[in-house]
Antibody, heavy 119, light 111 residues
Framework: QVQLQESGPGLVKPSETLSLTCGVS?????????WGWIRQPPGKGLEWIGSMYHGGTTYYNPSLKSRVTISIDTSKNQFSLKLSSVTAADTAVYYC????????????WGQGTLVTVSS | QSALTQSRSVSGSPGQSVTISCTGTSSDVGGYNYVSWYQQHPGKAPKLMIYEVSKRPSGVPDRFSGSKSGNMASLTISGLQAEDEADYYC???????????FGGGTKLTVL
């Protein structure tokens, strides 16, 4: 069974870089699929941040593209998110997910991790 | 503001059917058969319920069905049960540059 687990700091200062990692078990990232990040501000809806194919191709939300970097570490079977120059508006629960590119659906999700941007 | 428009809330009694709509444009919902639906209970991660407009992943009850007409997609839940009370989000592929867009979500209340 595919399982994903987010990890990283729960508190980030304004203007700094948010960094999260998603560990994957039950499936080898190098075997295929896209791997993505979605966030949800408190009390609000879902927002797709970006996705990366195991081969290196990346797609980012145009509204976040200038600040986002997604990378994959196949040796550790994990992928990461970096979001730079954060503000309070970036406070959200961040989810990682396996992104089924052929169907454009997010099949498996991590439990989510709350990241608060505050000084 | 979300790219896809969903009604804020919908309600129904146990055993009834409800339909949740998701309106986009010809650049997303209307342009591709890649609409997916997610169920989210409070404090939990979203769960994939429908993909490619009308396909159900293994394990999702057949009470859940999806359809699309033009720029509007719909999720219908028949035989409503108490455990169906949750937030529902639609998502559509929106082309090479935008890729994926979500709706704002609909809160389903089972009366």
């Amino acid at each position: 069974q595919v399982q994903l687990q987010e990890s990283g700091p729960g508190l980030v200062k304004p203007s700094e870089t948010l960094s999260l990692t998603c560990g994957v078990s039950g499936f080898s990232i190098s075997s295929g699929f896209y791997w993505g990040w979605i966030r949800q501000p408190p009390g609000k809806g879902l927002e797709w941040i970006g996705s990366m194919y195991h081969g290196g191709t990346t797609y980012y939300n145009p509204s976040l593209k200038s600040r986002v970097t997604i990378s994959i570490d196949t040796s550790k079977n994990q992928f990461s998110l970096k979001l730079s120059s954060v503000t309070a508006a970036d406070t959200a629960v961040y989810y990682c997910a396996r992104h089924w590119g052929a169907s454009h659906a997010f099949e498996y999700w991590g439990q989510g991790t709350l990241v608060t941007v505050s000084s | 503001q979300s790219a896809l428009t969903q009604s804020r809330s919908v309600s129904g009694s146990p055993g009834q059917s409800v339909t949740i709509s998701c309106t986009g444009t010809s650049s997303d919902v209307g342009g591709y058969n890649y609409v997916s639906w997610y169920q989210q209970h409070p404090g939990k991660a979203p769960k994939l319920m429908i993909y490619e407009v009308s396909k159900r992943p293994s394990g999702v009850p057949d009470r859940f069905s999806g359809s699309k007409s033009g720029n509007m997609a719909s999720l219908t839940i028949s035989g409503l049960q108490a455990e169906d009370e949750a937030d529902y989000y639609c998502c559509s592929y929106a082309g090479y540059y935008t890729f994926e867009v979500f709706g704002g979500g609909t809160k389903l209340t089972v009366l």
